[in-house]
């Protein structure tokens, strides 16, 4: 079975523009959830969809924003991009709420 | 304001030594806590816990939670170079909020 999937896997953009990553779960998973990890931190959590409807949702700007597809697959959306918000994004899948995660290899995206 | 601390936040040791990683939270909603493996990019899960006093366990690496006094420790015996990586414990209430994690390096 496919784990979960992410793309692209490496994206450079300059500051000011957008980026649109996308997260496929787990077949059977109808959670996912989005992480912003910069390098020495841990996972920051950014928002959680279960069932297309916005479960939770971290301390990041209204610049972020995402969405949940009726074939449970995501995308995370993020605009005006700034030199900070340079890290490996992850997109994690979940069968319940809570339960375990299952992570994607992530979307790193540089910001010049 | 909720948090979660790892200590300590790196650690080198030699082969077939044996560590001992800690992870305290504080956090409004309690459910659960996990522990995970991060090598390159994918955290990979290893444990979940819920109940106070009852480890688990899988090969070398053992776990267990006290909710009383807001902690988790991660033991890890008879260390090999490929438990070399970052070692991240995350808490679970209204979301998943997980620590800095500890990098752990393992010598031949």
């Known amino acids: 079975d496919a784990g979960v999937t992410q793309s692209p896997t490496h994206l450079i953009k300059t500051r000011g523009q957008h980026v649109t990553l996308r997260c496929s779960p787990i077949s059977g998973h109808k959670s996912v959830s989005w992480y912003q990890q910069v390098l020495g931190q841990g996972p920051q959590f950014i928002f959680q969809?279960?069932?297309?409807?916005?479960?939770g949702r971290g301390n990041f700007p209204d610049r972020f924003s995402a969405r949940q597809f009726p074939n449970y697959s995501s995308e995370l959306n993020v605009n005006a991009l700034l030199l900070g918000d340079s890290a490996l994004y992850l997109c994690a899948s979940s069968f319940l709420i809570p339960g375990e995660l299952f992570f994607g290899e992530g979307s790193r995206l540089t910001v010049l | 304001e909720d948090k979660v601390v790892q200590s300590p936040l790196s650690l080198v040791v030699h082969e077939g030594d044996t560590v001992t990683l800690n992870c305290s939270y504080e956090v409004t909603n309690f459910r659960s806590l996990l522990w995970y493996k991060q090598e390159k990019k994918a955290p990979t899960f290893l444990f979940m816990l819920t109940s106070s006093g009852i480890e688990k366990k899988s090969g070398r690496l053992s776990s267990i939670l006290d909710k009383k006094e807001l902690f988790s420790i991660l033991n890890i015996t008879a260390t090999q170079t490929g438990d070399s990586a970052v070692y991240l414990c995350a808490v679970s209430d209204h979301d998943m909020r997980f620590g800095a994690g500890t990098r752990l390096t393992v010598k031949p």
């Open positions: 969809y279960y069932e297309k409807e916005e479960r």
